[in-house]
């Protein structure tokens, strides 16, 4: 039998999704909480596996078991053994021809990021942050370039292991309220640390380090060492993982990470 859950974390205390020996990752503490329920080893697949400090609001994994067991222990019964900052929000029973990351044919991230002088405390693990102001129209003008097919080796950590770095970048909007910025990327797959080393690009263009033309050469030049430093994976969102209308999935729910980025997300569709 093959289980599909919805999960939302965060990850400021993990050392990121994957299992490590030091049992300090996300994958780590759920799979632990599903074996107690299951009472056999469960081992999960994930959509996507997000990097320290990175956080989901709509994270997808499946598992297979023998063991019968109501929804709702997938669910509630987890979210009961779970630390505060993991939930389940939804489960079902699928085929198992459905796989969380091969079948997936859309992921979108989200990066907030606080615009003031002096850092953040109480969001500080929630947001990114950078002090020099940014100009809106110089960073929508940047990103302009890097929708569509392209090689984005330029974007990709060294110790990216994908065979190929050629992503298709659907969507990637700017929008802007008051201090805060929210950017939304949509991409078919996104390649190791390919999000936050285009916020960091896009953030040198917005302080007018660079003119937006200077990311087109960037791209063209499928070199990383040309690019900026990576940004911080603090305000980082894996907000959403789409399958073919085959695999039925919940409604990406809206949910604030802070106050008025409700209004952010609206105007970022």
Not at 81 to 99: C, G, R
Not at 132 to 151: C, N, T, V, W
Request: glycine content about 4%; charged content about 20%; proline content about 5%.
């Amino acid at each position: 039998m093959r289980i599909v859950l919805v999960l939302e974390y965060d990850g400021s205390h993990y050392c990121g999704w994957q299992s490590q020996p030091e049992g300090c990752s996300i994958q780590d503490a759920l799979e632990a909480a599903l074996s107690r329920i299951a009472q056999e080893k469960i081992r999960v697949v994930t959509a996507g596996r997000t990097d320290t400090g990175v956080h989901a609001l709509f994270q997808v994994v499946h598992f297979d078991t023998q063991v019968q067991r109501p929804v709702s222990a997938w669910v509630r019964g987890v979210n009961a053994l779970l630390p505060a900052d993991i939930a389940v929000l939804w489960a079902t029973e699928t085929s198992d021809q459905f796989h969380a990351r091969y079948s997936a044919i859309e992921r979108r991230y989200l990066y907030v990021l606080l615009n003031q002088p002096v850092r953040p405390a109480i969001h500080h693990a929630r947001v990114g942050w950078y002090h020099q102001p940014l100009e809106l129209e110089k960073m929508q003008s940047a990103a302009s370039y890097l929708i569509g097919r392209h090689d984005f080796s330029s974007f990709r950590a060294a110790e990216c292991q994908a065979k190929s770095p050629i992503r298709t970048i659907t969507h990637l909007n700017i929008v802007r309220q008051g201090n805060l910025f929210l950017f939304d990327l949509r991409a078919n797959a996104f390649l190791h640390h390919m999000v936050r080393n285009i916020i960091g690009c896009l953030v040198y263009v917005g302080k007018e380090k660079y003119p937006s033309e200077w990311v087109h050469e960037l791209l063209n030049s499928c070199n990383r060492t040309y690019a900026a430093p990576t940004f911080s994976p603090a305000g980082l969102y894996l907000a959403g993982v789409r399958y073919d209308i085959r695999w039925p999935m919940p409604e990406v729910t809206e949910t604030p990470i802070l106050p008025d980025l409700s209004m952010l997300m609206n105007n970022s569709k």
